[in-house]
């Protein structure tokens, strides 16, 4: 029996809006991309194992899974994205891995050097209420 492989792909949501959109949300309006930009058959192949498997509200950041085959269409989509909930946002693909464990690693350390640069920028006040929400979202780890 062969197993199924599959992809982490770590995201960040840029938006002007103050409101994080749920996971539910982003997974629709990625569907929808897939539909409209690969046709049926690019979203059935793509939706195979499709789910976010962390989405933190207050940076943004998430992890999404897929198929192994089906990345650079999901990538894809992603970039055809501008609008989630009626406001108009960006999808930053960050990086793919093999393991959600690497995945986790590289948002730990981006979100360090998103901390290390408000603090040099002088915003404490903003890193504080960042760890502090990242603490009880996650119980103190990704």
Known sequence: MVRLKTRYILFQIHSESQTAPTPKTIISTLRLSLSKNYGDKGLADSITSFIIKYFSPKTGMGILRCHFDAVENVLGAMFFVQTLDGKNVVLEAIGVSGSISKAERRAIRRNKDMIR??????????????ILDMKDENEGEL
């Open 117 to 130: 640069r408000l603090k040099n920028e002088g915003r404490e006040n903003e890193v504080e209420g960042l």
